[in-house]
Nanobody
């Protein structure tokens, strides 16, 4: 599976942004998809996770209620809708996929897209 993330950019605090992750190959085999982010000087952390075919979701506490992960398995797309962003959301965001259940540790993901920069600033 190859993944390609897009949609990053500069957004003002309180604004919204939608990230996209396009997958090619067999998304049914790697069943889980997640968004991670890494800010300068910080460890990579999970933002949200779900399954390509839909179902349960996971959100990091810092984004719960503001971000939404969604998938369109027919189009092999995953999305991260980011609302009410704040400067702490500034990071490089990457999508990742793995077989089996979703996990929150980035080391357990096999497939990665390149990152897309999100900068929240006025």
């Amino acid at each position: 599976v190859q993944l390609q993330a897009s949609g990053g950019g500069l957004v003002q605090p309180g604004g919204s942004l939608r990230l996209s992750c396009a997958a090619s190959g067999r998304t049914g085999s790697p069943s889980a998809v997640a968004w991670f982010r890494q800010a300068p000087g910080k460890d990579r952390e999970v933002v949200a996770a779900t399954y390509w075919e839909g179902g349960s979701t996971y959100y990091a506490g810092s984004v719960k209620g503001r971000f939404t992960i969604a998938t369109d398995n027919a189009e092999k797309m995953a999305y991260l809708q980011m609302n009410n962003v704040n400067p702490d959301d500034t990071a490089v965001y990457s999508c990742a996929s793995r077989a089996g259940a979703y996990r929150i540790r980035w080391t357990e993901y096999d497939y990665w897209g390149q990152g897309t920069q999100v900068t929240v600033s006025s």
